[in-house]
């Protein structure tokens, strides 16, 4: 396992069938490399929509405060080594060989499979732990409950948003979801909610007084609101700051670095951040493909939205974003996501849509989703998720806007059109094994 691609090849083979959440195989895994994720404190982050960019903006913060940060969040863009960084490092392609090659040395014998999300996970936990992180800011993959990062006890638990997303997995009403992100929750750990419909704030309100945690949520004790200079004002439990600059696009991420701040409120007496320290975090955060203009002459829009939710926040910032423009779209979806209702929005505002599909063995047929469209609603398929990129930039004009969405795979595939828009950080260059 020396070489890299041979070592993401034997990870992704990992893959089963049917998904199959439980927790056994990583709490055993970890158990026999001594419990890596015992030793650094964590942030956790579970939700719908918004987790990635709320991880981001703590990253972005406590990085900007000084400390050592580690960050987990799924899936990438480009490169594996994205979804591990320390501080503004990816973690390096000889880590990832030796560290996987040192986990596979002691599970082989013991006769544990992992799934290969369960595998990156034992993985970041590792890195983190031989690191020395100060904090380290864990994604949710898939759910919460069940989820092969919910063996941590973190200092705060994180749920951004509850929404319609992974129904075979997670139920199919919000409440039922809810519960399920909600299994995040531990005892006595604070929780901080984002913006949430009554029924799931209902049942994670519930789950925190069962768990005999603290609950700070949006709209009751912290907002973020505009200012009439256009900048914004947070108000919470325990500070409140004028004039802050979020350097993301969207309303949807004033929403998230709401979340983030007050959970920074939470950590005050353990990871104290400074007022100056925090407007330099909100002012430096980079989220690559989260409502990312990457390129202006033409004007291109990348927004990894792969649920209604997410794609419905996505038209009603186009206005502001591309006022007067013609959105031409370019959209691939996964098989195992509600895409249907996402055919129907598009149709409300697309001048023209062309679909694709990308390289994942999850990819939804694009000519399946090209006949869903109404006669109504001008739509072809292109084969190669690239090339359809290639054709629309040949076409667009001065008045028009390239839209591409529905899902982060189909953002990663074309964002190497776009070498501008500055997506790596610098990659660490050590090779040493981290177990």
């Keep these: 396992m020396s070489d890299y691609s041979d070592t993401l ?20 895994a970890l158990r026999l490399g001594d419990d890596p994720q015992r030793q650094f404190p964590s942030i956790h982050i579970a939700g ?7 991880a981001a903006i703590l990253h972005a913060i406590l990085s900007a405060a000084g400390y050592r940060v580690g960050l987990f969040t799924s899936p990438h863009l480009m490169d594996f080594c994205e979804r591990i960084r320390i501080g503004t490092r990816w973690v390096s392609r000889p880590e990832v060989v030796d560290t996987v090659g040192a986990i596979k040395s ?8 992992l799934t290969p999300f369960e595998m990156m996970t034992v993985l970041a936990f590792h890195i983190f732990a031989q690191a020395r992180v100060d904090i380290a800011i864990v994604e949710v993959g898939l759910g919460g409950r069940l989820d092969a990062t919910n063996v941590l006890t973190p200092l705060v638990s994180i749920i951004t948003s509850i929404g319609l997303d992974h129904q075979q997995y997670l139920g199919s009403t919000l409440a039922e979801i809810a519960c399920e992100k909600g299994g995040i929750i531990k005892p006595a750990v604070p929780v901080v909610l984002g913006k949430l419909d009554q029924e799931s704030r209902d049942v994670l309100y519930r789950r925190a007084r069962d768990q005999g945690s603290a609950i700070l949520s949006y709209g009751q004790d912290f907002t973020l609101e505009k200012e009439a200079s256009g900048r914004y004002c947070y108000g919470g439990k325990r500070s ?28 005050h007496d353990s990871l104290p ?10 002012q430096s955060v980079h989220w690559p493909g989260r409502l990312d203009i990457v390129s202006t002459h033409p004007l291109v829009i990348l927004d990894g939205a792969h649920n ?3 794609l419905q926040a996505l038209l009603a910032e186009l206005p502001d974003l591309a006022p007067n423009r013609r959105p031409l779209f370019l959209f691939g979806v996964m098989r195992d996501k509600e895409w249907r209702p996402m055919v129907a929005a598009l149709e409300q505002m697309a001048a023209e849509v062309v679909v694709t599909a990308v390289a994942q063995s999850r990819a939804e047929d694009p000519y399946a989703v090209q006949r869903a469209f109404s006669a109504a609603c001008s739509v072809r398929t292109v084969e190669g998720a690239a090339e359809a990129c290639r054709q629309l930039l040949h076409q667009v004009g001065s008045q028009d ?13 074309v964002l190497p059109l776009f070498p501008e828009a500055g997506v790596a950080p610098t990659i660490s260059q050590s090779a040493r094994p981290l177990v």
């Design 106 to 113: 002691y599970l082989e014998p013991a006769g544990i499979r």
């Design 273 to 282: 951040v400074t007022a100056a320290q925090m407007r330099a975090g909100l």
């Design 9 to 28: 090849a034997w990870l992704y083979g990992l893959e089963v069938e049917r998904m199959d959440l439980k927790l056994e195989r990583t709490t055993l």
């Design 240 to 267: 409140q700051y004028e004039n802050l600059q979020l350097s993301l696009n969207g309303k949807f991420q004033v929403h998230n670095a709401a979340v983030a701040l007050a959970s920074l409120e939470c950590l």
């Design 401 to 413: 806007v390239i839209v591409v969405c529905g899902s982060l795979f189909l953002v990663g595939e």
């Design 48 to 54: 719908t929509n918004g987790k990635g960019s709320t």
């Design 308 to 310: 209604i939710q997410a």
